[in-house]
C-alpha cells in the first residue's frame, strides 16, 4: 500500500475545485501558487509526500487538468 502524507491536509479541497493542478517534484521552489505539489522528499514547497514512482493511485481517475 502507497504510503501518503498530506502534511496540510488539503488533498480535499484539491479534488474538489473546478479545475485540479498538479505540480511533481518541486524540489524547495513551488512553481504553481495554485496547484498540489507532490514529492517524495519534504520541503515547505510540498503539500503531499509520497513516492511517485508507485504512481499517483491515491488521486481518483480522470480528477487532474494539468501536470507540470
Do not use: H
Not at 14 to 21: P, R, S
Not at 49 to 56: P, Q, S, Y
Not at 57 to 63: E, G, I, V
Amino acid at each position: 500500500m502507497q504510503q501518503i502524507v498530506d502534511k496540510k491536509n488539503i488533498l480535499e479541497i484539491f479534488l474538489n475545485k473546478n479545475t485540479f493542478l498538479v505540480e511533481l517534484g518541486p524540489g524547495n521552489f513551488r512553481n504553481n501558487k495554485d496547484a498540489l505539489t507532490i514529492d517524495k522528499y519534504d520541503s515547505d514547497a510540498v503539500d503531499i509526500i509520497t513516492d511517485l514512482e508507485l504512481g499517483l493511485t491515491f488521486l481518483p481517475d480522470n480528477s487532474v487538468d494539468y501536470i507540470y
